[in-house]
């Protein structure tokens, strides 16, 4: 059974530029959510598909939209790419909306913005 | 709005020592609690939780946390640890009655274990 998978692993761009980022849940889940970690930071929440819908959203700027496709994979868009925007980008899936349940994360691709 | 303190940023301990690694939250709603290991340049995982129940919760690889309500804290506890405990250590909430599951996590806490 495959985890969470989630490519490319490693990115580099430049700033202005646009990426995306690509999740495939685990098998069985419907719920998928982003986080940005930075460097020596705890990871910070970005925001939650389900049904593919916007959810929920943290306190991210309109630059980093998302979507969910109808098999639950997802992508993560980041426009006007930022130096600031330089960190892990980690994608979780899980079962259903409600909380308590396990989020299973996926290994994460590292973007750096030169 | 939930916020998560990891009051020690690096733990170093020898190994087959004991641990513990704290954890402080703030809520103004019930939340769930959750530690989370992640290893060098992998994901997070899952180490135990608490939804409900026992305030004692049992864990992967020997870990245990306890719940303390008044002091809002979940510390995670080994009794002895190993040299691939190695990680950095996450404590996080998710909002109890919520219709969105989303974790707020600490700073982390980078556990070195010396031989």
């Known amino acids: 059974d495959a985890g969470v998978t989630q490519s490319p692993t490693h990115l580099i761009k430049t700033r202005g530029q646009q990426v995306t980022l690509r999740c495939s849940p685990k098998s069985g889940h419907d719920t998928v959510s982003w986080y940005q970690q930075a460097l020596g930071q705890g990871p910070q929440f970005i925001f939650q598909y389900y049904e593919e819908e916007e959810r929920q959203r943290g306190n991210f700027p309109d630059r980093f939209s998302g979507h969910q496709f109808p098999n639950y994979s997802s992508e993560l868009n980041v426009n006007a790419l930022l130096l600031g925007d330089s960190a892990l980008y980690l994608c979780?899936?899980?079962?259903?909306?409600?909380?308590?349940?396990?989020?299973?994360f996926g290994p994460g691709t590292r973007l750096t913005v030169t | 709005a939930q916020s998560v303190t990891q009051l020690d940023s690096q733990v170093p301990v020898f190994e087959e020592a004991p641990v513990e690694l704290r954890c402080n939250y703030s809520s103004s709603v019930s939340v769930y609690l959750f530690w989370y290991v992640q290893y060098p340049n992998q994901g997070l995982q899952l180490l135990l939780k608490y939804l409900s129940g026992s305030t004692l919760v049992k864990g992967i690889n020997g870990f245990e946390a306890e719940f303390n309500k008044s002091q809002t804290s979940f510390h995670l506890r080994k009794p002895s640890v190993h040299i691939s405990d190695t990680a950095e250590y996450f404590c996080?909430?998710?909002?109890?009655?919520?219709?969105?599951?989303?974790?707020?996590f600490g700073s982390g806490t980078r556990l070195s274990i010396r031989p």
């Open positions: 979780a899936s899980s079962l259903g909306l409600a909380g308590g349940g396990e989020q299973y």
């Open positions: 996080a909430v998710s909002e109890r009655d919520s219709s969105a599951s989303k974790i707020i």
